[in-house]
Protein backbone atom coordinates (compact mmCIF):
# COMPACT_ATOMS: atom_id res chain seq x y z
CA UNK A 1 0.00 0.00 0.00
CA UNK A 2 2.76 2.22 1.04
CA UNK A 3 6.00 4.14 -0.90
CA UNK A 4 9.19 2.28 -1.32
CA UNK A 5 10.56 -0.98 -0.58
CA UNK A 6 11.51 -1.77 3.12
CA UNK A 7 15.10 -0.61 3.10
CA UNK A 8 14.05 2.97 2.11
CA UNK A 9 11.28 2.74 5.45
CA UNK A 10 13.58 1.43 7.73
CA UNK A 11 16.49 4.26 6.67
CA UNK A 12 14.08 7.08 7.37
CA UNK A 13 14.13 8.68 10.63
CA UNK A 14 12.11 7.66 13.40
CA UNK A 15 9.91 11.31 13.09
CA UNK A 16 9.67 10.58 9.27
CA UNK A 17 8.37 6.74 9.67
CA UNK A 18 5.53 7.87 12.36
CA UNK A 19 3.99 10.15 9.81
CA UNK A 20 4.96 8.15 6.70
CA UNK A 21 4.02 4.49 7.31
CA UNK A 22 3.19 1.70 4.73
CA UNK A 23 -0.31 1.87 4.28
CA UNK A 24 -1.19 5.54 5.77
CA UNK A 25 -2.76 6.67 3.32
CA UNK A 26 -5.15 4.80 1.42
CA UNK A 27 -3.48 4.35 -2.91
CA UNK A 28 -7.18 3.42 -3.57
CA UNK A 29 -8.75 6.85 -3.07
CA UNK A 30 -5.71 8.83 -2.19
CA UNK A 31 -7.60 9.11 1.50
CA UNK A 32 -5.36 10.67 4.37
CA UNK A 33 -5.83 8.13 6.49
CA UNK A 34 -6.49 4.23 6.42
CA UNK A 35 -9.88 3.04 5.71
CA UNK A 36 -11.68 1.71 8.48
CA UNK A 37 -12.82 -2.03 7.46
CA UNK A 38 -15.52 -2.58 9.43
CA UNK A 39 -16.16 -6.20 8.89
CA UNK A 40 -16.28 -9.28 10.03
CA UNK A 41 -15.97 -11.57 6.96
CA UNK A 42 -15.06 -11.01 3.39
CA UNK A 43 -16.36 -12.13 0.42
CA UNK A 44 -14.52 -15.29 -1.04
CA UNK A 45 -15.27 -14.81 -4.68
CA UNK A 46 -13.18 -18.28 -5.42
CA UNK A 47 -13.63 -20.31 -2.12
CA UNK A 48 -10.86 -23.03 -3.83
CA UNK A 49 -7.75 -19.86 -4.69
CA UNK A 50 -8.28 -18.65 -1.42
CA UNK A 51 -7.39 -14.95 -0.08
CA UNK A 52 -5.33 -12.87 1.90
CA UNK A 53 -8.38 -11.89 4.65
CA UNK A 54 -11.34 -14.11 4.99
CA UNK A 55 -12.62 -13.16 8.52
CA UNK A 56 -11.18 -10.67 10.90
CA UNK A 57 -10.26 -12.33 14.09
CA UNK A 58 -7.39 -13.92 11.55
CA UNK A 59 -6.89 -10.78 9.85
CA UNK A 60 -8.23 -7.45 8.64
CA UNK A 61 -6.50 -4.56 6.61
CA UNK A 62 -7.08 -1.90 9.15
CA UNK A 63 -5.56 -4.02 11.74
CA UNK A 64 -2.82 -5.02 9.45
CA UNK A 65 -2.22 -1.40 8.91
CA UNK A 66 -1.42 -1.07 12.79
CA UNK A 67 0.30 -4.24 12.96
CA UNK A 68 2.74 -3.18 10.29
CA UNK A 69 3.14 0.16 11.45
CA UNK A 70 4.01 -0.95 15.09
CA UNK A 71 6.89 -3.64 14.11
CA UNK A 72 8.84 -1.07 11.55
CA UNK A 73 8.36 1.34 14.28
CA UNK A 74 10.30 -1.43 16.67
CA UNK A 75 12.04 -2.03 14.11
CA UNK A 76 10.82 -5.85 14.47
CA UNK A 77 9.77 -9.06 11.69
CA UNK A 78 5.73 -8.81 12.76
CA UNK A 79 3.24 -7.09 15.30
CA UNK A 80 0.72 -8.26 16.33
CA UNK A 81 -2.53 -5.69 17.98
CA UNK A 82 -4.52 -6.86 21.06
CA UNK A 83 -7.46 -6.15 22.78
CA UNK A 84 -5.14 -4.55 26.35
CA UNK A 85 -1.79 -4.39 27.30
CA UNK A 86 -2.68 -7.35 29.40
CA UNK A 87 -3.99 -9.72 26.06
CA UNK A 88 -1.04 -8.84 24.35
CA UNK A 89 1.39 -10.22 27.37
CA UNK A 90 -0.56 -13.20 28.33
CA UNK A 91 -0.57 -14.06 24.80
CA UNK A 92 3.48 -13.73 24.70
CA UNK A 93 3.12 -16.18 27.70
CA UNK A 94 1.21 -18.78 25.53
CA UNK A 95 4.48 -19.71 23.70
CA UNK A 96 5.72 -21.40 27.30
CA UNK A 97 4.47 -24.97 27.83
CA UNK A 98 3.22 -26.55 31.00
CA UNK A 99 6.53 -27.45 32.94
CA UNK A 100 8.22 -24.29 31.80
CA UNK A 101 9.69 -21.85 33.78
CA UNK A 102 10.48 -18.00 33.54
CA UNK A 103 12.51 -15.49 35.52
CA UNK A 104 10.81 -11.96 35.94
CA UNK A 105 11.57 -8.58 36.98
CA UNK A 106 9.73 -8.32 40.60
CA UNK A 107 9.25 -4.65 39.70
CA UNK A 108 7.00 -5.76 37.04
CA UNK A 109 3.47 -4.18 36.15
CA UNK A 110 1.08 -5.45 38.74
CA UNK A 111 -1.42 -7.29 36.08
CA UNK A 112 1.91 -9.28 35.01
CA UNK A 113 2.52 -10.12 38.28
CA UNK A 114 -1.38 -11.07 38.49
CA UNK A 115 -1.21 -13.14 35.32
CA UNK A 116 2.05 -15.57 36.80
CA UNK A 117 0.82 -16.23 39.85
CA UNK A 118 -2.69 -16.41 39.49
CA UNK A 119 -3.16 -17.76 36.04
CA UNK A 120 0.09 -19.38 34.28
CA UNK A 121 1.09 -20.96 37.81
CA UNK A 122 -2.43 -22.80 37.16
CA UNK A 123 -1.03 -24.14 33.90
CA UNK A 124 2.12 -25.38 35.75
CA UNK A 125 4.29 -22.42 34.27
CA UNK A 126 6.14 -21.27 37.37
CA UNK A 127 8.13 -17.89 37.62
CA UNK A 128 11.14 -16.44 39.95
CA UNK A 129 11.02 -12.74 40.76
CA UNK A 130 14.38 -11.45 40.92
CA UNK A 131 16.02 -8.06 41.32
CA UNK A 132 16.59 -7.57 37.53
CA UNK A 133 19.16 -4.80 38.26
CA UNK A 134 21.16 -7.40 39.89
CA UNK A 135 23.17 -9.84 37.24
CA UNK A 136 23.93 -12.39 39.53
CA UNK A 137 20.25 -13.04 40.68
CA UNK A 138 19.16 -13.27 37.51
CA UNK A 139 21.69 -15.95 36.95
CA UNK A 140 21.02 -17.62 40.17
CA UNK A 141 17.08 -18.15 39.18
CA UNK A 142 18.22 -20.59 36.36
CA UNK A 143 17.12 -23.82 36.61
CA UNK A 144 17.31 -27.18 33.80
CA UNK A 145 13.76 -25.75 32.66
CA UNK A 146 13.66 -22.41 32.23
CA UNK A 147 12.36 -21.25 29.02
CA UNK A 148 12.19 -18.07 29.49
CA UNK A 149 12.98 -14.17 30.99
CA UNK A 150 10.76 -11.43 31.15
CA UNK A 151 12.17 -8.04 31.38
CA UNK A 152 10.47 -4.67 32.18
CA UNK A 153 13.03 -1.33 32.35
CA UNK A 154 12.32 1.23 33.76
CA UNK A 155 9.86 -0.27 36.03
CA UNK A 156 7.45 1.12 38.04
CA UNK A 157 7.13 3.04 40.32
CA UNK A 158 10.59 3.15 41.24
CA UNK A 159 12.07 3.36 37.75
CA UNK A 160 14.76 1.00 38.61
CA UNK A 161 17.07 0.18 35.47
CA UNK A 162 17.83 -3.22 33.78
CA UNK A 163 21.03 -3.60 31.54
CA UNK A 164 18.64 -5.09 29.02
CA UNK A 165 22.28 -6.02 26.75
CA UNK A 166 23.95 -7.67 29.77
CA UNK A 167 20.45 -9.41 30.26
CA UNK A 168 19.57 -10.87 26.74
CA UNK A 169 23.81 -11.73 26.27
CA UNK A 170 23.48 -13.72 29.32
CA UNK A 171 19.90 -15.60 28.39
CA UNK A 172 20.65 -16.28 24.63
CA UNK A 173 24.07 -18.62 25.68
CA UNK A 174 21.05 -20.36 27.93
CA UNK A 175 18.52 -20.38 24.64
CA UNK A 176 15.78 -18.52 27.10
CA UNK A 177 13.40 -16.43 24.95
CA UNK A 178 13.46 -12.86 26.52
CA UNK A 179 10.26 -10.68 26.57
CA UNK A 180 10.76 -7.22 27.68
CA UNK A 181 7.67 -4.24 28.69
CA UNK A 182 8.55 -1.06 26.44
CA UNK A 183 5.78 0.89 27.46
CA UNK A 184 7.14 3.68 29.53
CA UNK A 185 9.55 4.25 27.09
CA UNK A 186 7.79 3.17 24.00
CA UNK A 187 9.93 2.42 20.46
CA UNK A 188 10.72 6.37 20.21
CA UNK A 189 13.36 6.23 23.45
CA UNK A 190 14.14 2.68 23.62
CA UNK A 191 14.16 -0.14 20.87
CA UNK A 192 15.07 -3.41 22.68
CA UNK A 193 15.18 -5.42 19.44
CA UNK A 194 17.86 -4.10 18.56
CA UNK A 195 19.61 -4.99 21.64
CA UNK A 196 18.60 -8.59 20.91
CA UNK A 197 15.35 -9.05 22.90
CA UNK A 198 12.78 -11.61 21.01
CA UNK A 199 9.66 -9.98 21.92
CA UNK A 200 8.51 -6.65 22.88
CA UNK A 201 4.90 -5.72 24.37
CA UNK A 202 3.10 -2.76 25.20
CA UNK A 203 0.09 -1.28 26.67
CA UNK A 204 -0.74 1.01 23.91
CA UNK A 205 -3.54 2.07 26.26
CA UNK A 206 -0.72 4.68 27.76
CA UNK A 207 1.97 6.91 25.54
CA UNK A 208 1.32 5.43 22.32
CA UNK A 209 -2.39 5.80 22.03
CA UNK A 210 -1.65 8.99 24.37
CA UNK A 211 -5.07 10.57 25.04
CA UNK A 212 -7.02 7.89 27.77
CA UNK A 213 -9.50 7.00 24.87
CA UNK A 214 -8.44 3.76 23.94
CA UNK A 215 -7.45 0.36 25.57
CA UNK A 216 -5.11 -1.90 23.44
CA UNK A 217 -1.87 -3.90 23.18
CA UNK A 218 0.96 -4.34 20.94
CA UNK A 219 3.25 -7.22 20.58
CA UNK A 220 6.79 -7.38 18.16
CA UNK A 221 8.44 -10.51 17.40
CA UNK A 222 12.14 -10.34 16.54
CA UNK A 223 11.87 -13.68 13.92
CA UNK A 224 9.32 -15.20 11.18
CA UNK A 225 9.45 -18.47 13.68
CA UNK A 226 8.10 -16.21 16.65
CA UNK A 227 5.61 -14.14 14.41
CA UNK A 228 4.15 -18.04 13.08
CA UNK A 229 3.40 -18.76 16.44
CA UNK A 230 2.13 -15.40 17.55
CA UNK A 231 -0.12 -15.56 14.62
CA UNK A 232 -1.42 -18.56 16.05
CA UNK A 233 -1.93 -17.67 19.62
CA UNK A 234 -3.52 -14.64 18.53
CA UNK A 235 -5.97 -16.21 16.35
CA UNK A 236 -6.30 -19.09 18.31
CA UNK A 237 -7.07 -17.00 21.73
CA UNK A 238 -9.10 -14.36 19.53
CA UNK A 239 -7.92 -11.29 21.98
CA UNK A 240 -7.46 -9.00 18.69
CA UNK A 241 -7.82 -5.19 18.90
CA UNK A 242 -11.58 -3.99 17.33
CA UNK A 243 -11.04 -1.82 14.07
CA UNK A 244 -12.16 1.46 15.03
CA UNK A 245 -9.80 1.17 18.41
CA UNK A 246 -6.70 0.30 15.61
CA UNK A 247 -7.90 3.46 14.07
CA UNK A 248 -7.72 5.50 16.86
CA UNK A 249 -4.47 3.68 17.97
CA UNK A 250 -2.70 4.81 14.73
CA UNK A 251 -4.05 8.65 14.62
CA UNK A 252 -2.19 8.68 18.28
CA UNK A 253 0.32 7.34 17.23
CA UNK A 254 0.99 9.69 14.79
CA UNK A 255 1.81 12.82 16.89
CA UNK A 256 4.00 10.32 20.06
CA UNK A 257 7.53 11.89 19.12
CA UNK A 258 6.04 15.35 19.32
CA UNK A 259 4.13 14.19 22.93
CA UNK A 260 7.27 12.34 24.33
CA UNK A 261 9.44 15.77 23.63
CA UNK A 262 6.92 17.65 25.18
CA UNK A 263 6.10 15.18 28.05
CA UNK A 264 10.01 14.69 28.93
CA UNK A 265 10.67 18.15 28.98
CA UNK A 266 8.39 19.03 31.45
CA UNK A 267 9.18 15.40 33.39
CA UNK A 268 12.72 16.83 33.87
CA UNK A 269 11.64 20.28 34.96
CA UNK A 270 9.59 19.25 37.30
CA UNK A 271 11.85 16.10 38.42
CA UNK A 272 14.57 18.76 38.88
CA UNK A 273 12.00 20.99 40.81
CA UNK A 274 11.46 18.15 43.06
CA UNK A 275 14.58 17.15 43.98
CA UNK A 276 15.22 20.90 45.33
CA UNK A 277 12.57 20.77 47.86
CA UNK A 278 13.57 19.83 51.36
CA UNK A 279 10.00 18.50 51.92
CA UNK A 280 10.20 15.70 49.52
CA UNK A 281 11.96 12.91 50.83
CA UNK A 282 13.28 11.33 47.76
CA UNK A 283 12.76 11.68 43.65
CA UNK A 284 12.60 8.71 41.24
CA UNK A 285 13.48 9.75 37.40
CA UNK A 286 16.42 8.33 35.15
CA UNK A 287 16.93 11.57 34.23
CA UNK A 288 18.36 12.65 37.20
CA UNK A 289 21.91 12.74 38.19
CA UNK A 290 21.56 10.98 41.67
CA UNK A 291 19.50 8.12 39.63
CA UNK A 292 21.52 4.98 40.47
CA UNK A 293 20.58 3.01 36.67
CA UNK A 294 21.32 6.84 34.59
CA UNK A 295 24.54 5.61 32.75
CA UNK A 296 23.34 2.02 32.18
CA UNK A 297 19.49 3.60 31.20
CA UNK A 298 21.47 6.13 28.53
CA UNK A 299 23.13 2.90 27.48
CA UNK A 300 19.88 1.74 26.03
CA UNK A 301 17.34 4.51 25.72
CA UNK A 302 17.33 7.78 24.20
CA UNK A 303 15.42 9.49 26.35
CA UNK A 304 14.12 9.65 30.04
CA UNK A 305 10.09 9.66 29.66
CA UNK A 306 7.46 11.27 31.86
CA UNK A 307 6.85 9.51 34.18
CA UNK A 308 8.25 11.08 37.51
CA UNK A 309 7.99 9.36 40.94
CA UNK A 310 8.22 11.23 43.98
CA UNK A 311 8.21 10.69 48.23
CA UNK A 312 5.78 13.08 50.37
CA UNK A 313 6.94 11.20 53.54
CA UNK A 314 3.71 10.16 54.49
CA UNK A 315 0.41 8.84 53.77
CA UNK A 316 -1.39 11.66 55.40
CA UNK A 317 0.37 13.71 53.28
CA UNK A 318 0.24 12.23 49.94
CA UNK A 319 -3.65 11.95 50.29
CA UNK A 320 -3.93 15.70 51.47
CA UNK A 321 -2.02 16.44 47.83
CA UNK A 322 -4.58 14.04 46.44
CA UNK A 323 -7.23 16.57 47.59
CA UNK A 324 -5.35 19.38 46.36
CA UNK A 325 -4.52 19.28 43.22
CA UNK A 326 -6.41 20.28 40.61
CA UNK A 327 -4.52 20.04 37.14
CA UNK A 328 -3.69 16.20 36.96
CA UNK A 329 -6.48 13.04 36.85
CA UNK A 330 -6.17 11.15 40.06
CA UNK A 331 -6.08 8.25 38.55
CA UNK A 332 -4.74 5.14 37.34
CA UNK A 333 -2.80 5.04 33.99
CA UNK A 334 -0.12 7.31 32.58
CA UNK A 335 1.11 8.39 29.42
CA UNK A 336 -1.81 10.86 28.27
CA UNK A 337 -1.80 14.41 27.17
CA UNK A 338 -3.50 15.41 30.78
CA UNK A 339 -1.15 14.81 33.60
CA UNK A 340 -2.52 11.99 35.44
CA UNK A 341 -1.18 11.46 39.36
CA UNK A 342 -1.63 8.06 40.73
CA UNK A 343 -0.93 6.55 43.78
CA UNK A 344 0.72 3.21 44.12
CA UNK A 345 0.42 1.78 47.53
CA UNK A 346 -4.00 1.93 46.68
CA UNK A 347 -3.74 1.66 43.16
CA UNK A 348 -0.86 -0.01 40.64
CA UNK A 349 0.40 -1.82 43.85
CA UNK A 350 -2.37 -2.40 46.00
CA UNK A 351 -2.32 -6.27 45.90
CA UNK A 352 1.19 -6.39 47.08
CA UNK A 353 2.15 -6.99 50.80
CA UNK A 354 3.32 -3.46 53.16
CA UNK A 355 6.34 -5.15 53.78
CA UNK A 356 7.42 -6.19 50.42
CA UNK A 357 6.25 -2.50 49.06
CA UNK A 358 8.42 -1.09 52.24
CA UNK A 359 11.25 -3.41 50.45
CA UNK A 360 11.05 -2.01 47.10
CA UNK A 361 10.79 2.16 47.94
CA UNK A 362 6.86 1.50 47.43
CA UNK A 363 6.12 3.77 50.98
CA UNK A 364 2.85 5.05 51.98
CA UNK A 365 4.14 8.69 51.23
CA UNK A 366 4.88 7.64 47.42
CA UNK A 367 3.00 9.22 44.15
CA UNK A 368 3.85 8.88 40.36
CA UNK A 369 3.37 11.42 38.28
CA UNK A 370 3.17 11.40 34.33
CA UNK A 371 3.66 14.56 32.96
CA UNK A 372 0.67 15.59 30.33
CA UNK A 373 0.85 18.22 27.88
CA UNK A 374 -0.25 21.09 30.23
CA UNK A 375 1.99 24.01 30.43
CA UNK A 376 4.64 22.72 33.18
CA UNK A 377 4.85 25.84 35.18
CA UNK A 378 1.49 25.70 35.92
CA UNK A 379 1.72 22.32 37.18
CA UNK A 380 4.62 22.86 39.34
CA UNK A 381 2.33 25.57 40.97
CA UNK A 382 -0.55 23.29 41.17
CA UNK A 383 1.95 21.05 43.25
CA UNK A 384 3.69 23.62 44.87
CA UNK A 385 0.01 24.63 46.62
CA UNK A 386 -1.11 21.11 47.52
CA UNK A 387 2.36 20.64 49.31
CA UNK A 388 2.16 23.83 51.26
CA UNK A 389 0.96 22.78 54.63
C1 LIG B 1 -0.85 -0.41 31.84
C2 LIG B 1 0.32 -1.31 31.71
C3 LIG B 1 0.16 -2.65 31.29
C4 LIG B 1 -1.20 -3.26 31.03
O1 LIG B 1 -1.81 -2.71 29.91
P1 LIG B 1 -3.41 -2.65 29.71
O2 LIG B 1 -3.55 -1.94 28.41
O3 LIG B 1 -3.95 -1.88 30.87
O4 LIG B 1 -3.91 -4.04 29.70
C5 LIG B 1 1.30 -3.42 31.15
N1 LIG B 1 2.52 -2.93 31.41
C6 LIG B 1 2.71 -1.67 31.83
C7 LIG B 1 4.08 -1.19 32.10
C8 LIG B 1 1.62 -0.82 32.00
O5 LIG B 1 1.81 0.43 32.41
Given at each position: MG ?7 Q ?9 H ?50 A ?33 T ?60 A ?8 E ?17 I ?52 S ?8 T ?7 H ?10 L ?61 A ?42 I ?10
Amino acid sequence: MGRGNREEEQAKSFATKLIHFEGAYDTATGASSVPLYQASTFHQADVEAGQTYDYTRSGNPTRQVLEDYIAQLEGGVRGFAFASGMAAISSAFMILSAGDHVICTEDVYGGTYRLLTTIMNRMNVETTFVDMTDLEQVKAALRPNTKAVFIETPSNPTLRITDIGAVVQWAKQHELLTMLDNTFMTPYHQRPIELGVDIVLHSATKFLGGHSDVLGGLAVVASEELGRRMKAIQNGMGNVLGIQDSWLLMRGMKTLKARMDAHEQGARRLAEWLAGRSDISAVYYPGLPNHPGRAIHEKQSKGYGAVVSFDVGSGKRAKRLMDKVTIPLVAVSLGAVESILSYPPLMSHAAMPKEVRAERGITDGILRYSVGLEDIEDIIADLDQALAE
